[in-house]
């Protein structure tokens, strides 16, 4: 365990734990004082969309635990694990000044021991989109968070509403197994020009950036489509894939969904949600619309 100073907190330091054993120590204390306790787990290199969810944690919870934790399950045999973004010291630094109270940081062995042998697996939220893609992704993802929720004991959990799939995926799970968490999906965080903030935003190249900002303006002119009253969703998404195919990119899919369950939707009635991946350059992007939904 090691102290981060610089909270946002007047008076208090981020306390920053390794061990799996520790850091349960200190948080069922909290829990025995009757403390809220909110939960944001990460892969790391953080930007302001992380942030964003620490600060949704922050106004639901007394205290605030996120975790980084490059997951391997949930990257393929073939995917960017290796050269995935690491920046631990900035993490803590932006974690101590967002007014994070506990960071956990995990080794690969202290989350899977030896002889570990459990997955955890929502069968249909996780088909198709990125699930046809990355046919082991949400396994290694709903694996991965739910070992972390048994550490934790979050009374909330928050996760961008970027990943949708993962977001409806982890819903799912909370669901179905009776999990005495909230998940809650924070609202999508982009940078000025536009396009999405992502980790992986920093293997694109300034030529490869500029193209990348098609997803957000075809997302734009597809919500203005549907504003203007339009409700079929192959008029939604010819809006948005015309935007990609005036810089030459190929959408891995452009498709109509229902917002709560992913069921896909031929007219955008009720919440939906038009949801992108594709690849730019060599960094795969992912970016969603909703529309439909009514304001709380």
């Not at 080794?107 to 249909?124: A, H, I, K, L």
Request: neutral net charge.
């Amino acid at each position: 365990m090691w102290e981060a100073v610089g909270n946002s907190s007047p008076g208090t330091t981020m306390l920053v734990f390794d061990r799996v054993t520790t850091l349960k120590q200190h948080l069922r204390k909290l829990e025995r004082q009757g403390l809220r306790i909110g939960f944001v787990p990460t892969m790391g290199a953080l930007h302001d969309g992380h942030l964003s969810l620490i600060a949704q944690a922050r106004a639901r919870a007394e205290v605030v635990v996120a975790s980084v934790f490059v997951n391997p399950k949930q990257f393929g045999p073939t995917e960017d694990l290796a050269r995935y973004p690491r920046d631990l010291e900035g993490d803590r630094s932006k974690l101590a000044s967002a007014g994070c109270d506990v960071l956990f940081v995990p080794s690969v062995e202290e989350m899977y021991p030896p002889g570990f042998q459990t997955e955890v697996e929502v069968t249909q939220a996780s088909q198709g989109l990125c699930g046809a893609a990355r046919p082991q992704h949400f396994k290694g993802v709903t694996t991965v968070v739910l070992r972390l929720f048994s550490i934790v004991h979050p009374h909330v959990a928050v996760f961008g509403e970027k990943d949708y799939q993962q977001l409806t995926v982890l819903r799912t799970m909370a669901r179905d197994l009776g999990l005495d968490v909230e998940v809650i999906g924070a609202p999508l965080v982009r940078e000025p020009d536009g396009l999405a903030m992502s980790s992986r935003n920093v293997y694109l190249s300034p030529e490869d950036r500029q193209r990348a900002l098609a997803l957000s303006r075809g997302l734009r002119q597809a919500e203005a489509r549907f504003a203007a009253g339009e409700r079929r969703g192959a008029a939604l998404v010819d809006a948005a894939q015309a935007e990609l195919s005036q810089v030459g990119l190929t959408a891995e899919y452009l498709e109509l969904r229902d917002a709560e369950n992913l069921e896909p939707r031929a007219e955008a009635r009720g919440p939906v949600v038009l949801l992108v991946a594709c690849r730019v350059g060599a960094t795969r992007l992912l970016d969603n619309v909703i529309m439909g939904r009514v304001s709380s």
